[in-house]
């Protein structure tokens, strides 16, 4: 296996951090309850937030401001729900173990990996020390740091220069539509890892242009069929 990965020096693998590295969706969800809740909005289902998995942080605070007629500025919007959000992220939250089995391995094998999300900087950085994934990444990226979020390839597209990379060498994993539409316009190979917490619920299309799909979401995923997909077992 060794002498496989060694023939592959350019390899770079990129996560997506909510949903994917990490179970925080019910984190964010609680956020943006309390959040709604503070302007008046008393019934923000799950439903509802489940419209934006995926979207990044600010663009999904537009939409909502815009849809519950909130006049706060969008920057005061981001500002309480990462206060919010990050509470939570330090009383609760866990990696995925088959995607920590995922990472132990790749970094064990010398390959070098980012992780670029729609969450803030400070969110990313919260959630990978608390996980202690954080010693793992070269790189990450916080959709803050680039003109636009997913589904734009723009973070995907930093996290590759950031770690020397070209986009073709590069492998996403990805919980949602969005970030799977990103990395294809990236020009990057997918691993898709739905987060479907209804059981039985249909995929959005988008999830059909990934390399590799695990239709069942993470309790579908195992670290060995990623790493031998990634690495061409």
Not at 71 to 97: C, M
Not at 128 to 156: H, I, M, W
Request: charged share 20%; net charge negative; proline share 6%.
């Amino acid at each position: 296996m060794l002498g496989r990965m060694s023939t592959s020096p350019a390899l770079a693998v990129i996560f997506d951090l909510d949903g994917t590295l990490v179970d925080s969706e019910p984190n964010y969800y609680e956020a943006g309850r309390l959040l709604l809740a503070q302007y008046g909005v008393s019934d923000f289902s799950w439903e509802q937030h489940s419209r934006f998995i995926g979207i990044g942080t600010r663009e999904t605070l537009e939409a909502l401001r815009e849809e519950y007629g909130i006049d706060a500025p969008v920057d005061t919007l981001l500002a309480e729900k990462n206060r919010l959000y990050l509470e939570r992220v330090r009383a609760s939250t866990e990696a995925f173990p088959q995607m920590r089995k995922l990472v132990e391995r790749l970094h064990t094998e010398g390959v070098p990996m980012a992780v670029a999300s729609g969450s803030s900087g400070a969110a990313i950085d919260q959630a990978l020390a608390v996980t202690g994934l954080d010693g793992y990444f070269t790189a990450t990226v916080s959709a803050e740091e680039v003109a636009r979020g997913k589904p734009a390839p723009d973070v995907f597209l930093e996290a590759a220069r950031r770690l020397g990379a070209e986009p073709a060498h590069c492998v996403v994993l990805e919980d949602a539509a969005p970030g799977v539409m990103a990395a294809r316009v990236a020009g990057m190979r997918c691993v898709a890892i739905p987060y479907a917490p209804a059981p039985g619920a249909p995929l959005d299309p988008a999830f059909g242009t990934a390399g590799l799909v695990f239709p069942g979401g993470q309790s579908e995923f195992t670290a060995q069929a990623a790493y031998a997909w990634i690495v061409g077992e």
